[in-house]
């Protein structure tokens, strides 16, 4: 896919383009299970900001199969300013919102969801889309009275999984562990939130994991994996799956995404002493 300001990866018969939606201006006190002198010394070594780090948000399009998909949707108009650029990147692909044909859906935290519906919260922005949400996440946002049992703070989220259901109908595929579309594996990658996801993208010598949010701060949890974030719903569980994904991503030598990797955000994983490091896959002309 040559077009210009566009990256792209050909991968066998696919080819993957990351979008940026653009970034989050965050705080390390959202670092949860490290001291906080610790979190601010490897922000700083890895030369971002301590005082208002960016946060990338990303998502994938997926070119090659029956019809484009979409690896998530951003965070809509609902965010700040920073956000929300996802339908530029689109329509510099050449694509526009109704030449999507399938949204796979890693979990349902607004800077991932947010931007599969309109301003008002009702309309589909993706108006021929089938979205395919993991089933253990659905279970859990959607279930009977989740949102009243929730805490105050986190009903709107409850609401806004109510919502997307409700603007794509019988659109809506749950989905479980395995292949939802040719060449495309859901892999459970639990603990950020109950059903969190990741794809595995199956084509040509050479996978792609596009993994979600197993990372967050890249220059804090490569290499020290034990930190999460406090969204993270089981900060446990997110850890332990962490850990698990970058071990694993290290020794198969795994091609790999993440929607807050520093933009374009697809790479490597090394070990590095008791932790792991970050490696940019390079890019050229003839990805």
Not at 30 to 37: F, N, S
Not at 198 to 223: E, K, M, T
Request: hydrophobic fraction near 45%; glycine fraction near 12%; aromatic fraction near 6%.
């Amino acid at each position: 896919m040559a077009r210009p300001g566009v990256l792209s990866w050909t991968l066998g018969d696919r080819v993957v383009v990351p979008l940026s939606d653009g970034h989050l201006v965050a705080s390390l006190g959202l670092v949860q299970g490290l001291p906080a002198d610790e979190a601010a010394r490897l922000q700083a070594d890895g030369f971002r900001g301590v005082e208002a780090p960016r946060i990338s948000v990303n998502a994938f399009l997926i070119l090659g199969g029956a019809d484009p998909v979409l690896v998530d949707a951003g965070m809509g108009a609902g965010g700040p300013d920073t956000l929300g650029h996802l339908p530029k990147a689109l329509q510099a692909c050449g694509l526009a919102p109704a030449d999507i044909g399938t949204v796979l859906v890693t979990h349902l935290h607004s800077d991932h969801v947010g931007g599969l519906v309109g301003p008002d919260g009702a309309a589909a922005v993706y108006p021929n889309a089938e979205v395919v949400i993991p089933e253990a996440e659905a279970a859990y946002w959607l279930a009977d009275g989740a949102e009243v049992r929730a805490p105050e703070g986190a009903r709107a989220g409850f609401r806004r999984a109510h919502a997307l259901v409700a603007a794509y109908g019988d659109r809506i595929r749950r989905a479980g562990e395995g292949e939802v579309l040719p060449g495309i594996d859901a892999v459970l990658a639990p603990g950020h939130t109950p059903g969190h996801t990741a794809y595995r993208v199956r084509s040509g010598d050479r996978p792609l994991l596009i993994w979600g949010d197993v990372v967050h701060y890249p220059a804090i949890q490569f290499a020290r994996p034990e930190a999460g974030v406090a969204f993270d719903v089981d900060g446990a569980m997110a850890a332990a799956t962490r850990k698990r994904i970058l071990d694993q991503a290290a020794a198969d030598r795994l091609l790999v995404a993440g929607m807050h990797l520093d933009f374009p955000a697809l790479g490597y994983v090394r070990r590095d002493r008791a932790g792991f490091a970050w490696v940019p896959e390079q890019w050229s002309a003839a990805s």
